[in-house]
């Protein structure tokens, strides 16, 4: 239903096109619209980029920018017309604002759950030296395991609320481009070609299908799971788990390399193909319309400055999406980021007096969320990258 909707698009731009070069076309032979064209060129290119820009429907990506940004007022096509104008001082700002607003929310939200562990961590290393006066160490091992139970429950917590905020993070981000994709491939056929507007618009389907299966219901539940195992690790006095903490590491970051290599390998291999398809389509119609005597040379610069016009608007809302896109990754990578970084600082203070168990149990908040931060990277690149190889093989 979405590809046939597409087709439909598509088909509906492309006679709306027709016609605006056909309202064009009969003035030639008034000389003085001829003149103005000549002597105004960048006038009639700002009229086709405005009249091609209104083709498109944005209400459902403003839609859906007013639900993942609800305290933010975004109108996608002001961002597309501030990009076209080069004006990138408002999409700096923008991420410069999220940044500042995750890291005062991760300092407000985190603070008191670290503050517990460290206590926590505190009291294990008093119990822990305080086990070598005692001829009982059953008692003073039951109460450091009594200890480092509850300093488990606290760090598995505080890692599932990491989880859940690259949950949705992930989710935000897949959700936005099912409504963006729509619009930058029918950009992408204007510009270029139906042909490689619908192959890549499928390409991406999958691709938004993938993350949500794959990353969404494998990676991040054994994401927990790696970090449970890590936890269990420590209670004993050797490394039981180790190695199979390190099998759960290995298959995450292979899965993600080999995910990004698949989804760049299928846009090059799809970027030889379709574009060279509508390559051949279009210069066959340029020849034509060049070959029509008396005005094939006007007709043939018109059409050109319009298809290069369609091709700067499509980067422009390639660009734009591309802006969201790094700030809806921009959010649970600043929260992973700092949460790992102060799980980190704690386990470096608490290191030189406390237990090496209730250290690593610490630190290990600190690599999972290492590992949550490559698969947001991951899924950011996988997007960017299919816009950016989108937009470098149809230019020409």
């Known amino acids: ?60 990506i403003d839609d859906s920018l007013q639900s993942l940004f609800p305290e933010k007022r975004i109108i996608f096509k002001e961002v597309i017309s501030e990009i076209l104008t080069g004006n990138l001082k408002a999409s700096a700002k923008l991420l410069s604002e999220f940044v500042r607003e995750q890291m005062f929310y991760l300092l407000q939200t985190g603070k008191k759950n670290l503050i517990h562990i460290l206590l926590i961590a505190m009291i294990a290393a008093f119990m822990n030296q305080f086990a070598g006066t005692l001829q009982n160490r059953q008692v003073a091992s039951v109460g450091f395991y009594m200890i480092y139970m509850l300093l488990a429950a606290l760090t598995v917590a505080a890692f599932d609320v990491v989880l859940k905020w690259v949950e949705s993070g992930i989710r935000n981000i897949t959700a936005f481009m099912g409504v963006f994709y729509p619009v930058y491939f029918l950009a992408v056929a204007v510009a270029k070609g139906s042909v490689t507007g619908v192959a890549f618009y499928n390409l991406v389907l999958f691709l938004i299908y993938a993350v949500e299966i794959i990353i969404g219901n494998v990676l991040l539940p054994m994401v927990r799971v790696y970090m449970i195992i890590r936890i269990l690790n420590f209670l004993g006095p050797e490394d039981m788990l180790e190695k199979l903490s390190e099998f759960l590491e290995i298959v995450i970051r292979w899965t993600l390399k080999t995910a990004l290599a698949c989804v760049i390998g299928a846009n090059l291999i799809q970027g030889m193909i379709s574009p060279a398809i509508d390559t051949v389509k279009r210069s066959t119609v340029l020849k034509g319309a060049e070959a029509i005597p008396g005005i094939g040379n006007l007709l043939g610069g018109m059409t050109e400055v319009a298809l290069g016009t369609a091709v700067l608007v499509k980067n422009g809302i390639g660009m734009a999406g591309a802006v969201i896109c790094i700030a809806l990754c921009v959010i649970p990578l600043v929260q992973t980021a700092g949460t790992a970084l102060l799980y980190k600082l704690a386990a470096a203070m608490i290191q030189p007096v406390s237990d090496e168990r209730v250290t690593g149990c610490v630190e290990a908040v600190g690599e999972g969320c290492q590992i949550l931060m490559q698969i947001v990277f991951t899924v950011g690149v996988l997007f960017l990258l299919t816009i950016a190889i989108v937009a470098a093989v149809t230019n020409a």
């Open 1 to 60: 239903m979405r590809c046939s909707a597409g087709y439909k698009k598509i088909t509906g731009v492309y006679i709306g096109c027709v016609l605006i070069f056909l309202l064009l076309f009969p003035v030639v032979g008034h000389i003085g619209v001829t003149y103005c064209y000549a002597a105004d060129p960048e006038q009639e290119q700002q009229k086709i980029k405005e009249s091609i820009l209104s083709e498109f429907e944005y209400g459902e």
